[in-house]
Structures are given as structure tokens and as C-alpha cells.
């Protein structure tokens, strides 16, 4: 059975603009292997609410999910290892 998913990404803006597109298919390519994605929406450059790895600013994204519930595992572990990524959250949305 599928859950939705909601995943929030904080990608530090240090990155550029280049570095920070490839990123974003980066991760839009690891979500798509293991799931149906719903909506993706780019909010952009937000002041944080405290510095994270001296940055003040964060590049936020937003994806919208349906996966098995072990994909959002396999796709905080690939987070956790992706440089430049500053915070991510993934939460299962109530339908």
C-alpha cells in the first residue's frame, strides 16, 4: 500500500545556481526510482531561524510523494550523504 510523503530540503545557497540544479535532479532522480512524485515546488532562499553550518540563509525545496513505507529510509540515507545539503524532513501525510 502506498503512503503520501511529504520531503522538505535545505540546501545551503553557497552552492550556486548550477551546483544547486543538479542537485535538486539529483534528488528528484533518487525519489522517482522508488516512488510516484506528486509535486515538486522550489520556495527558494529563506532566512533561517538559526545558523546551520554558519549559514544564515537556506535554498528550500519541497517534494510531494507516494511510496512503499521502506523508500522514505532508502532516500534519508542518500541525504545523509549528498553534499551540500544542510537539513531535509521527511513526513508521511494522512490522506
Do not use: C, W
Amino acid at each position: 500500500m502506498a503512503n503520501k510523503y511529504e520531503l522538505v530540503v535545505i540546501l545551503s545557497p553557497a552552492l550556486g545556481e548550477e551546483a544547486i540544479a543538479s542537485t535538486t535532479e539529483l534528488i528528484k532522480t533518487k525519489i522517482e526510482s522508488g516512488a510516484t512524485i506528486i509535486g515538486v515546488e522550489t520556495v527558494g532562499v529563506r532566512r533561517m531561524a538559526y545558523e546551520i553550518k554558519d549559514q544564515k540563509d537556506g535554498f528550500y525545496l519541497q517534494f510531494n510523494f507516494t511510496s512503499g513505507p521502506d523508500f522514505p529510509k532508502e532516500i534519508e540515507r542518500v541525504l545523509k550523504i549528498t553534499e551540500g545539503i544542510l537539513r531535509f524532513l521527511v513526513v508521511r501525510i494522512d490522506a
